[in-house]
């Protein structure tokens, strides 16, 4: 749907054009993931983790769907529920739990590859607003149902994470209070809240999968991005997804499935907090409170606000937290540069790093005691954060001179002068002729 | 497919490297890999498959022991195995001497009452409480309630009749009334689900 030159869908089988007449769903399909989308033939392996992505939802849905077949959304049977039936007594429930917990891990860590590539080639860019806008709505979907799936088994940590998450609300003025009762349907998570969730947790991956449909559909009007950033400008530029694209993402998508593989067989505890291993206890908060991995530079942003200031910490804190997110929707307004790509933009990629430092640091921050000195470097790395999109992206924009962009695509993978002197029709003989030998 | 003639695509062509027959390294490399990553794919969701047979602590419900030294003869109780209702009911002389008269021509599932109950304990006609038509309770465990035409059970729901060993005689059911493995682990007990050690 992209390009003039995209192959158009041609049934081969009288079954396949019976149904296309009639419903064009495989047309659909063969211009979305086959050979009717062309992409730009320079990606890099960057570009593997959408796609990853869309396995690590799959996987979530597919195992969760069973889980759910299993578990008991009670207060009082829940925990053994998870732990008794699902872990012991279920056939292979132990590694459906398992690659369930932690394929929200690899979920989380391929996203946030995703993202942090969206910043660095400047994926956020026009024309792709939108696309990157719509991520981010998958990623605080993807938030929220990681936060009440970690609240069904009823351990320690689901039940006291439950109860901080849900008194963020209380942190709003004059309805706070009210708004946090209505949300957990009582005083304390309970009964009606765990039901909720459940129902909710269930729900919510698929709201999610319509989202990651937009978000497919936005990003292949312009096409997909490239790490030149330069625009696509013929047929040369482009190779069909299928079988160019299937294949490379095919054997990643296998080697790193390996790498959750190993995990989620010898490690399948690391990424968890074995406070969830006791069950709830509403008298009895644990001695050390954490989120998973994945939201622990937000949790850092929300401890450094230790004083009131107007108004109070506690509500700066929580306005903090989901301004870091809700500020990435402006982004494309905020980096006004038209180069995007971090690789042409020398100062750009050093403060790009910097950004990657900082959030690893407020992630270690976040998983800390609170110390003076874990407070005092929480409160440098949140500050450094909303300064480097507020301030040192518009600056950088402004004053950054780019390096020279490549005239193509081609040109910048293939040798310089022949994809400029050839015509396009003796350059593809002379690539046909090359990748013959290379056979 | 690599190699279609006249593809307008750059790299797609793979070039002529026929070995002899028509088959390309190309083509071998592409079979063994999907070949390879399809059988790791189908063992990959084979757990989606199998977590849904009873669980450990489903098949740990597999015998029941029932105390029958209360039930009286004509009458008898209904207990539970597995999640199923059991009919344990403890026959009358008469009841005995109607089920041997019939003639296995009669009947649509031929069995002997002795074939039905263990040696020495011909009285105790213990079945599944299933109807062998579509799975309801059938009538007739204590006097009071109708047994049918044929003194055994009646099934409400669709007019099934059994007979005093529990044969089906008239109406749709296939078959008899299911008779579990069972034991007598001493006179008045029974261990139903296991054929015990003798």
Known sequence: ?439 | MATKAGSAEVSQTAGPIDEGDGFRRRDYLKIAAVSFAGVGGLAAIAPLFVQIAPSADVLAQSTTEVDISKIQAGSGIKAQWRKQPLFIRNLTPKEIAEADSVPLSDLRDPQTLEERTLPGHKNWLITLAVCTHLGCVPLGIVPSENRGKYGGYFCPCHGSQYDTAARIRQGPAPKNLVVPDYSFTTATTVLIGSKGSK
């Open chain 1, 1 to 439: 749907m992209s390009f003039s030159w995209a192959k158009p869908y041609e049934p081969k089988h009288p079954v396949m054009r019976w149904l296309d007449e009639r419903l064009p769903l495989p047309r659909v399909i063969y211009g979305a993931i086959g050979g009717g989308y062309p992409v730009p033939r320079n990606l890099n392996y960057w570009w593997n983790f959408g796609v990853l992505a869309g396995i690590f939802l799959t996987i979530q849905i597919l195992t969760g769907i069973v889980l759910a077949m299993h578990y008991t959304a009670s207060t009082t049977d829940a925990f053994n529920s998870v732990n008794q039936l699902i872990m012991r007594d279920v056939n292979a429930g132990w590694l459906l739990r398992y690659a369930h917990m932690n394929g929200a891990s690899f979920f989380f860590l391929v996203v946030y590859i995703h993202m942090f590539r969206g910043l660095y080639y400047g994926s956020y860019k026009a024309p792709r607003e939108l696309v990157w806008m719509l991520g981010l709505v998958i990623y605080l979907l993807m938030m929220a149902t990681a936060f009440m799936g970690y609240v069904l088994p009823w351990g320690q940590m689901s039940y006291w994470g439950a109860q901080v998450i849900t008194n963020f609300f209380s942190a709003i003025p004059v309805v706070g209070d009210p708004l946090r009762v209505w949300v957990l349907g009582g005083y304390a998570p309970d009964q009606a809240a765990l039901t909720r969730f459940f129902s909710l947790h269930y729900l919510l991956p698929f709201v999610i999968a319509g989202v990651v449909i937009l978000h497919i559909w936005s990003l292949h009007i312009p096409g997909s991005g490239n790490p030149t950033g330069v625009d696509v400008k013929d047929e040369r530029d482009t190779l069909p997804f299928h079988p160019f694209y299937t294949a490379k993402d095919g054997w990643f998508a296998a080697a790193f499935l390996l790498f959750y593989a190993i995990v989620t067989y010898f490690l399948p505890n690391y990424l968890g907090n074995p406070d969830n291993y006791i069950p709830a206890n509403n008298l009895a908060t644990p001695a050390e409170i954490v989120p998973e991995w994945y939201l622990l530079p937000f949790y850092a942003i929300l401890r450094s606000f230790t004083a009131d200031f107007i108004l109070p910490a506690k509500l700066w804190g929580v306005v903090a937290m989901f301004s870091s997110i809700l500020l990435l929707f402006f982004l494309p307004w905020l980096d006004k540069s038209a180069v995007r790509s971090g690789a042409y933009r020398p100062v750009f990629k050093r403060f790009f790093w910097l950004l990657v430092v900082d959030v690893i640091v407020l992630g270690w921050v976040g998983g800390s005691p609170v110390k003076p000195l874990t407070v005092a470097v929480g409160q440098v790395a949140a500050a450094y954060y909303f300064l480097h999109f507020l301030v040192i992206l518009p600056l950088i924009s402004r004053f950054e001179t780019p390096l020279p962009l490549p005239s193509s695509i081609t040109e910048s993978v293939l040798d310089h002068r022949e994809a400029e002197s050839l015509p396009p029709s003796a350059a593809r003989r002379r690539t046909k002729a090359a990748t013959a030998a290379a056979e």
